[in-house]
């Protein structure tokens, strides 16, 4: 199952992430994962929030320009080497992931980690016939 993420292009200067999280807070948006890129100009935030069609409305109306993605979230054991367990499959099957980056809840004291790849629907089988655990709308409140 997919999930949205949202994801923004900031000047990389003091403060400008604080303003978005302080708009999404105020209206009762909660931040679940969050990633951040950046070059001496500019900072790429992306985050999967509790209500993503919310957040976007937001951040539009406050003139920034999201962008949303499809990525996959996924439950890994919390254990040396088991990342493995996602990115073997996909490495087998030449899905490429772009990006990972960890979700700030955990299910079963299962750790969840969020998953940019160039074809998502291809790694969600993918993933599944490899008995990984793929979350859905589950992850925007855990």
Do not use: C
Request: hydrophobic share 40%.
């Amino acid at each position: 199952m997919v999930i949205k993420q949202l994801s923004v292009s900031l000047d990389n200067v003091p403060g400008t992430f604080s303003t978005i999280s302080e708009l999404l807070g105020r209206e009762g948006v909660n931040i679940r994962a969050i990633s951040v890129a950046d070059t001496s100009d500019i900072s790429t935030v992306r985050f999967v929030v509790d209500d993503p069609e919310k957040a976007k409305n937001i951040l539009i109306g406050h003139g920034y320009k999201p962008k949303e993605t499809d990525v996959l979230a996924v439950e890994i054991p919390d254990h040396p080497g088991s990342t493995n367990a996602v990115l073997k499959p996909l490495k087998a099957a030449g899905i490429n992931v772009h990006y990972l980056y960890p979700h700030l809840g955990r299910i079963d004291n299962n750790a969840i980690v969020i998953l940019g790849v160039d074809r998502t629907e291809e790694a969600e089988k993918v993933l599944a016939q490899n008995w990984v655990k793929t979350l859905g709308r589950e992850v925007y409140n855990v």
